[in-house]
């Protein structure tokens, strides 16, 4: 058997395994195991030890054991919903084997009379006697019996026995596969195969030892797997020779010296690095990652004027249109009439856009604001240089590819999020990109004080409200959503919007999941212009807009957030010269778990700070953006406890790029892990 066919072996479908036809199948599938390989990661959760055999006499009851008994004589009674029941013993007692909806036949069958037979089950007590109802593992070869089973959770309609059966013919006939690893990788797992892994892993006795050499190895490529992929993109992308745009930094100065403010260190220092890659035959696809409130849109645009005076067009595209012309309002401030800038909006007339994008496709635009829509098939650019997209955390590898290729040969990609997240977690969901990260704010930014506070005080805090509403500032006042019964409820955030506005009349408005698009802007563009105080919201107010006379921020509720989640909420304030606040609301004293948290938030601003504390706390998974990344969950591997393992892997995916290493070796292992379609050409 080659190689190929033997890894090609553990993806075909489970229907090849003996005993598996189409019922278990769509019951696994459900549970998403569609092939053999998936079915290695189902895990047992714990085992029952059947191994020693017990004599009738020493019987407990109430526990699982094993007996060897000889079947002495059956009854079938011939009245309705009486069970079948079998006689047994050795020689020491006696024991009853009762089975109930079973047919004669069957009972015959796993029971011939005056045959030894090993037999296992939970042991009863009924009349003086001792019974077993409904044993499932009997057998006339002890050994099948006679060892430790393990416990699985179990999907619905197939029994454990069934689990145990499938899982160990799988480990029985598990192919050869030739080793992927260097030496030196193998040597730090004790030089354990991935077949001898895969065979510990599923031992009883192995359950929950995930120090174990076995368990890293398996870790670790799974960790690797991802790595490689993204690699191999990278280099890819890198291997594309485009135009290289000339900078001039003397234009770029004299916007800096223009500027209210200095950038900070971490701002000068991202922008020379786009700017190499700009200047580069290279393409550039990088990441600009930052906290919030970092500065990092002024970075971007700088980026873009440096492209624009190089001969190209700029694409900039935001989650919302509120944001898009946020962004295109500061580059009209900052650029003046230097360059042509232009906002395509949903709101825009027929006649506007179809003059815009005759502009576009004629090269009299420079720079272009816009939702999504500045994508689409009928929009044409004359010569497009640079995509910058802010907030795109929702987009997964494979579109992140497709962006690139759309922009063609010369164009640069610039992605910019503000969720910080662990550098784990950056290595596995954006290592496919370069990375650029700010860190440090702008010295005119003033620190949020965080404050929490019990429900029944509420009093205070409206006291407090009206005391900044008199100073002519305005106010969040974020609720929850609560789920009941699949549906979002909103009620929690229109009783607040109601009793808000008994108090501060014609003052407060209201924005839940239920307000459409176009209402939803409107509302926010009207606390913009400060046409009222109140924004009662129950959606996560859009990540980067600036609301400069917003300085309170009241979370409700706030232990159903997670920490990273408040530290955005938090940063919807604090954007003007004003001092701000943010005051967390709780229903109950806090649990220590949750006081420990909440201190956290209070004492640092560090938005990746916190939320290495936030993944300590709730796991990767739950991490903001994390789900809506298009990334697997991984099997076996944790960014929390197995952070050496991510560093070991990017340490080889670094020796792997320098040398140049040849990776067709690597196939099954990308093939088994990933089986990306946006691979299918590299593996």
């Not at 080659?2 to 199948?25: A, I, Q, R």
């Not at 913009?528 to 509720?557: C, H, M, R, W």
């Not at 609301?585 to 560090?606: G, P, Q, V």
């Not at 991490?623 to 340490?651: M, R, T, V, Y």
Request: proline content about 3%; aromatic content about 8%; hydrophobic content about 35%.
């Amino acid at each position: 058997m080659s190689n190929k066919s033997n890894y090609e072996y553990l993806l075909s479908d489970l229907t090849k395994l003996k005993g598996v036809g189409t019922k278990t199948t769509n019951l696994l599938k459900k549970k998403k195991i569609n092939n053999i390989f998936d079915l290695l990661w189902k895990l047992p959760k714990s085992y029952t030890d059947r191994s020693h055999s017990t004599k009738i006499k020493d019987l407990k009851i109430g526990e699982n054991q094993t007996i060897t008994i000889i079947p002495q004589k059956y009854s079938f009674p011939r009245v309705r919903n009486l069970p079948n029941k079998v006689s047994c013993t050795d020689e020491t007692g006696e024991i009853d084997c009762i089975f109930f909806n079973s047919y004669e036949g069957y009972v015959r069958k796993i029971l011939p009379l005056k045959k030894e037979i090993t037999i296992s089950g939970k042991i009863g007590f009924f009349r003086n006697k001792y019974q077993l109802t409904n044993p499932k593992y009997i057998s006339e070869d002890s050994s099948l019996i006679k060892q430790k089973h393990n416990t699985y959770s179990l999907t619905e309609g197939i029994s454990e026995k069934i689990y145990n059966k499938i899982i160990n013919q799988i480990i029985k006939n598990l192919p050869t596969l030739n080793e992927w690893h260097s030496e030196n990788i193998l040597d730090k797992f004790g030089n354990i195969k991935w077949n001898d892994a895969i065979v510990e892993l599923h031992k009883p006795e192995n359950i929950g030892n995930y120090k174990k050499n076995f368990y890293q190895r398996l870790a670790f490529d799974e960790i690797f797997s991802t790595f490689l992929v993204n690699s191999e993109i990278r280099k890819k992308i890198k291997k594309i020779k485009k135009k290289s745009k000339v900078v001039d930094k003397a234009k770029q100065n004299k916007i800096l010296k223009k500027l209210e403010f200095t950038l900070t260190k971490d701002q000068l220092k991202t922008l020379e690095e786009i700017n190499n890659d700009l200047s580069s035959t290279n393409k550039m696809f990088r990441l600009l990652q930052g906290d919030v409130g970092s500065g990092k849109t002024i970075v971007s645009l700088l980026a873009a004027y440096n492209a624009i005076n190089s001969g190209f067009q700029v694409a900039f595209m935001a989650p919302t249109e509120i944001l898009a012309r946020q962004h295109f309002n500061l580059a009209k401030k900052l650029f003046s009439n230097q360059i042509n800038i232009q906002l395509i909006s949903g709101k825009s007339e027929y006649k506007t856009k179809k003059e815009i994008l005759k502009k576009l496709a004629d090269n009299n635009i420079d720079i272009i604001f816009g939702t999504h829509a500045i994508f689409q098939k009928k929009v044409f650019f004359k010569n497009l240089g640079l995509i910058v997209i802010d907030e795109q955390h929702k987009f997964g590898v494979n579109q992140r590819k497709r962006l690139s290729d759309k922009g063609g040969k010369d164009c640069d990609v610039l992605l910019m999020t503000a969720t910080p997240i662990p550098r784990t977690l950056t290595m596995t969901l954006y290592g496919d990109m370069d990375l650029s990260i700010i860190r440090e704010k702008p010295k005119s930014r003033k620190p949020i004080k965080t404050y929490s506070k019990l429900e029944s005080k509420i009093d205070d805090v409206i006291k407090f409200i009206k005391k900044e509403i008199k100073s002519g500032n305005q106010i969040f006042w974020v609720c929850p959503l609560i789920e009941e019964s699949k549906k979002l409820d909103h009620s929690s955030a229109v009783k607040k919007f109601e009793y808000l506005n008994k108090i501060f009349p014609n003052q407060v408005s209201l924005l839940h999941g239920k307000t459409d698009l176009e209402e939803k802007e409107i509302i926010l563009d009207n606390f913009l212009k400060k046409k009222f105080q109140i924004l009662v919201s129950t959606t996560i107010i859009e990540v980067g807009i600036d609301f400069p006379n917003a300085n309170v921020i009241i979370i409700e509720n706030a232990n159903k957030f997670g920490l990273s989640q408040l530290h955005q909420l938090r940063g919807r304030v604090g954007r003007g010269d004003k001092d701000s606040t943010c005051i967390l609301m709780f229903k109950s004293n806090l649990s220590k778990n949750a006081k420990k948290r909440i201190n956290t938030l209070k004492e640092s601003a560090d938005g990746f700070y916190i939320s290495e504390e936030d993944m300590k706390i709730r796991g990767f998974g739950d991490i903001l953006g994390f789900k809506q990344s298009g990334i697997k969950n991984f099997k076996l591997a944790d960014p929390i406890h197995n952070s050496d393992l991510f560093l070991l892997a990017e340490k080889e995916i670094r020796r792997i790029e320098l040398d140049n290493t040849d990776i067709s070796k690597y196939k099954p292992l990308i093939k088994l892990y990933d089986r990306a379609d946006i691979i299918n050409d590299i593996a």
